[in-house]
């Protein structure tokens, strides 16, 4: 079962295209509506339009019957000599695969995809910091790939946005995959990118730091970076949209890494988009605690309901910890003086952490240990959640 939300990322509810009882394909797009800014709705799976709701725990929503194949359908005109293509039919793949909806805010096209046109924006964030807590692999979402696909990113978003300077941001311990990066750049002719070094603490991955560290501008409240002409995007997003134009693949998973000392295994996993979250974590939570998942960081995340939500084209982690009994009920604030070094307790550019993040350690390190990545198989069926499979990749 895939149950594809119809507003994505917090935007207003696109128009479904699709009717109760139709057949779809994955890749299809569902859901659509050029005249707001926002991005199309794709199907995950393969199978039968089961319901439209309009309303629900998660808001409205198409729930797609999987019948059980793993095929795709490829978008039109891609092809592995981009630099041939157009910038308009760049825009276009971009807009059609969904790769365009997976950064909050949307990577501007002429498609209304964002809040901004692709003429309008000054400067191309790439971020790799790994200030959280819990960080997907970078090796994980590197494996099988090398720099130059990193780089055949960044040149496509610079062909589309041709007034935008390229930034590529990491930590210290990145600076070899950033050198490499930019020497692969400048063999694809593209010289005009720079690399910056952030210290690998929170929350210096956040546009609100990322943009006065990086580019020395003033962050106004309220803003967005986008509103200040400025795209940021992680590894997973240009990788993602990278293959939509190069590849052909509409952006219906995402790589999650599951973390946190909640769950019996903490592998990464390739999951469809709209998968129930309930079906993902029946096979790992440790069922013998109270527990409170989070989504994509143990700091900022917002708490996730299971049986209510589904995996969304943002979600980079699902982090299990403990319910808290006493104290603030902040589960932001938990398990993190000894991974914050560093910390600063003055003001942040924006309400980030409420309270110093030493009076709230008690207890051991979760393992972090990273696994290959693996494959879950998928869709599942809600009628037999335990029998999902995963696979070694």
Same mark, same amino acid.
């Given at each position: 079962?895939?149950?594809?939300?119809?507003?994505p990322a917090?935007?207003?509810?696109?128009r479904?295209?699709?009717?109760q009882?139709?057949?779809? /394909?994955?890749?299809q797009i569902?859901?659509?509506?050029?005249?707001?800014?926002g991005?199309?709705v794709?199907?995950?799976?393969?199978?039968?339009?089961?319901?439209?709701l309009?309303?629900?725990?998660?808001?409205?929503?198409?729930?797609?019957?999987?019948?059980?194949?793993d095929?795709?359908?490829?978008?039109?005109g891609?092809?592995a000599?981009?630099?041939?293509?157009?910038?308009d039919?760049?825009?276009?793949?971009?807009?059609?695969s969904?790769?365009?909806g997976c950064?909050?805010g949307?990577?501007?096209?002429?498609f209304n995809?964002a809040? =901004?046109?692709?003429?309008e924006?000054e400067? =191309?964030? %790439?971020?790799?910091?790994?200030?959280e807590?819990?960080?997907?692999?970078?090796?994980?979402?590197l494996?099988?790939?090398?720099v130059?696909?990193?780089?055949?990113?960044?040149?496509?978003?610079a062909?589309i946005?041709?007034?935008a300077?390229?930034? &590529?941001?990491?930590?210290r311990?990145q600076k070899?995959?950033?050198?490499?990066?930019?020497?692969?750049?400048?063999?694809?002719?593209?010289?005009?990118?720079?690399h910056?070094t952030?210290?690998a603490?929170?929350?210096?991955?956040?546009?609100?730091?990322?943009?006065?560290?990086?580019?020395?501008?003033?962050?106004?409240?309220g803003?967005?970076?986008?509103?200040?002409?400025?795209?940021i995007l992680?590894?997973?997003?240009?990788?993602?949209?990278r293959?939509?134009?190069?590849?052909?693949?509409?952006?219906?998973?995402?790589?999650?890494?599951?973390?946190?000392?909640?769950?019996?295994?903490?592998?990464?996993?390739?999951?469809?988009?709209?998968?129930?979250?309930?079906?993902?974590l029946?096979?790992?939570?440790?069922r /013998?605690?109270e527990?409170?998942?989070?989504?994509?960081? %143990? %700091?900022?995340?917002?708490?996730?309901?299971?049986t209510?939500?589904?995996?969304?084209?943002?979600?980079?982690?699902?982090?299990?910890?403990?319910?808290?009994?006493?104290?603030?009920?902040?589960?932001?604030?938990?398990?993190?003086?000894r991974? %914050?070094?560093?910390?600063d307790?003055?003001?942040?550019?924006?309400p980030?952490?409420?309270?110093?993040?030493?009076?709230r350690d008690?207890?051991?390190l979760?393992?972090l240990?990273?696994?290959?990545l693996?494959? &879950?198989?998928?869709?599942l069926?809600?009628?037999?959640?335990?029998?999902?499979?995963?696979?070694?990749?």
């Amino acid at each position: 079962m895939s149950r594809s939300g119809l507003a994505p990322a917090g935007t207003a509810p696109v128009r479904p295209l699709v009717e109760q009882g139709e057949s779809v /394909s994955a890749g299809q797009i569902i859901a659509r509506d050029d005249e707001t800014v926002g991005n199309p709705v794709l199907a995950s799976v393969n199978g039968t339009v089961e319901d439209i709701l309009k309303r629900g725990g998660s808001g409205p929503a198409v729930v797609i019957r999987s019948d059980g194949t793993d095929s795709c359908r490829p978008l039109a005109g891609y092809s592995a000599e981009w630099n041939n293509l157009s910038s308009d039919v760049l825009e276009k793949l971009m807009y059609l695969s969904g790769a365009s909806g997976c950064v909050a805010g949307g990577i501007p096209t002429r498609f209304n995809s964002a809040a =901004i046109g692709p003429e309008e924006v000054e400067h =191309i964030l %790439l971020q790799i910091v790994p200030a959280e807590v819990f960080n997907p692999s970078i090796s994980v979402l590197l494996e099988g790939r090398d720099v130059g696909q990193v780089a055949e990113g960044l040149a496509i978003l610079a062909k589309i946005m041709p007034r935008a300077a390229l930034h &590529l941001v990491g930590g210290r311990k990145q600076k070899p995959l950033l050198s490499q990066t930019r020497q692969a750049c400048l063999q694809i002719g593209l010289d005009r990118v720079h690399h910056h070094t952030l210290e690998a603490k929170y929350p210096n991955h956040r546009e609100e730091v990322l943009v006065p560290a990086v580019l020395g501008k003033e962050f106004p409240h309220g803003y967005s970076a986008i509103n200040l002409g400025v795209v940021i995007l992680d590894l997973q997003a240009l990788l993602q949209l990278r293959d939509a134009v190069a590849a052909g693949k509409p952006a219906i998973d995402r790589i999650v890494a599951l973390a946190g000392s909640g769950f019996t295994k903490r592998p990464h996993l390739r999951l469809r988009i709209g998968t129930p979250l309930e079906q993902v974590l029946d096979q790992y939570l440790d069922r /013998s605690r109270e527990l409170r998942i989070v989504g994509n960081s %143990l %700091l900022t995340g917002d708490t996730l309901e299971p049986t209510a939500q589904t995996v969304d084209a943002l979600m980079s982690a699902l982090i299990a910890v403990p319910e808290e009994k006493q104290g603030p009920p902040l589960h932001r604030l938990h398990l993190l003086r000894r991974r %914050l070094s560093g910390w600063d307790p003055t003001p942040s550019p924006a309400p980030l952490c409420p309270e110093r993040c030493d009076r709230r350690d008690t207890g051991p390190l979760p393992d972090l240990r990273l696994h290959r990545l693996q494959s &879950l198989h998928l869709p599942l069926h809600l009628e037999n959640p335990a029998g999902a499979a995963d696979a070694q990749r």
